[in-house]
C-alpha cells in the first residue's frame, strides 16, 4: 500500500484544516487506518484512528471534540477533519495503514501499523 497525506499548511490558531490520506496499489477496505503527528523536537504521538468498517474511531485526548477522522473507502481515502486548531497542534501529520482481519480493530500504537505516508506539515500560528 501506498500512501499520500496532503493537505497541510499554514494556518492561524483557531482556523481549520482538512487532511487527506490517498491511497494505491491494495483497497483500503481491508485496513484500519490511522493518524500520527511529530512536533518539533517530540516523537511521534498517536492522533486518531479509525477501524476498517468505520465503526470503532479513537483520538488522543488533546485533540478530541476538535478533530475528525473518516475515511470513505469507495474513494480509497481517508480524511481528518481539523478544527479550532492551537499552535500545539503543529507537527507534520502522518497517515498510517496495516491490514486486519477484524472489523472492529483499532491500532492505537505506531507499532501497530506498517505502511506510513509521507507526511504532511501543518503549521498554526499563533
Known amino acids: 500500500v501506498q500512501l499520500q497525506a496532503s493537505g497541510g499548511g499554514l494556518v492561524q490558531a483557531g482556523g481549520s484544516l482538512r487532511l487527506s490520506c490517498a491511497a494505491s496499489?491494495?483497497?483500503?477496505?481491508?485496513?484500519?487506518m490511522g493518524w500520527f503527528r511529530q512536533g518539533p523536537g517530540k516523537e511521534r504521538e498517536f492522533v486518531a484512528a479509525i477501524s476498517r468498517n468505520g465503526v470503532n474511531i479513537d483520538y488522543v485526548d488533546s485533540v478530541k471534540g476538535r478533530i475528525t477522522i473518516s475515511r470513505d473507502n469507495d474513494k480509497n481515502t481517508v480524511y481528518l477533519q481539523m478544527s479550532s486548531l492551537k499552535s500545539e497542534d503543529t507537527a507534520v501529520y502522518y497517515c498510517?495503514?496495516?491490514?486486519?482481519?477484524?472489523?472492529?480493530?483499532?491500532?492505537?500504537?505506531?507499532?501497530?501499523?506498517?505502511?506510513w505516508g509521507q507526511g504532511t506539515q501543518v503549521t498554526v500560528s499563533s
Open positions: 496499489g491494495r483497497t483500503l477496505s481491508s485496513y484500519v
Open positions: 498510517a495503514a496495516t491490514f486486519t482481519l477484524m472489523d472492529g480493530y483499532l491500532g492505537l500504537d505506531k507499532n501497530a501499523y506498517r505502511y
